[in-house]
């Protein structure tokens, strides 16, 4: 999905924004799917395997599958208040959210979620349009 998705934005010349800002609501910690190097995980083996590798993921902790059988995890480090317990330290994938790979694996941001992103076509485009067809004039 993520492929035809970018393939389609290029025909179209469009481009990804992303706009709003965090209301704090924690959503993005919990129920979340993570990625290792093969990846969005599928099973606990997996999960153990990016432990060992980056073992600061040792606060993610599996709840479930979705409907995709990947792992869902939710972090221990959410508090109670719906924030991080040390949002200075916490890691790249939490500070990058929401990143536009998101859009392109095909996933959608999390229910109450204070950002959006959309497919855009830039100004540019239109104006780069408007020189040629002045042009042709
Ligand atoms: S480290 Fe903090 S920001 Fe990252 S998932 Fe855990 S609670 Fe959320
Ligand atoms: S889901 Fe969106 S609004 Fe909620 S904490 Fe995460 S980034 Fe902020």
């Not at 991080?84 to 929401?98: A, G, I």
Request: glycine share 10%; aromatic share 10%; net charge positive.
């Amino acid at each position: 999905m993520g492929l035809i998705r970018y393939l389609r934005m290029q025909f179209m010349g469009k481009e990804l924004l992303i706009t709003g800002s965090c209301r704090s609501c924690g959503n993005c910690c919990r129920k979340i799917n993570l990625e290792g190097a093969g990846g969005w995980l599928r099973s606990e083996k997996e999960f153990l395997e990016v432990v060992n590798d980056y073992p600061e993921y040792k606060r993610f902790i599996i709840t479930g599958k979705d409907q995709q059988g990947f792992v869902q995890f939710s972090c221990t480090w959410l508090t109670d208040a719906g924030l991080c317990r040390d949002h200075e330290n916490r890691l790249s994938l939490c500070k990058n959210f929401p990143d536009k790979s998101l859009h392109f694996c095909g996933g959608i941001l999390p229910p109450g979620c204070g950002y959006s992103i959309n497919e855009v076509r830039p100004f540019s485009r239109y104006l780069a349009e408007e020189v040629k067809e002045r042009g042709k004039q």
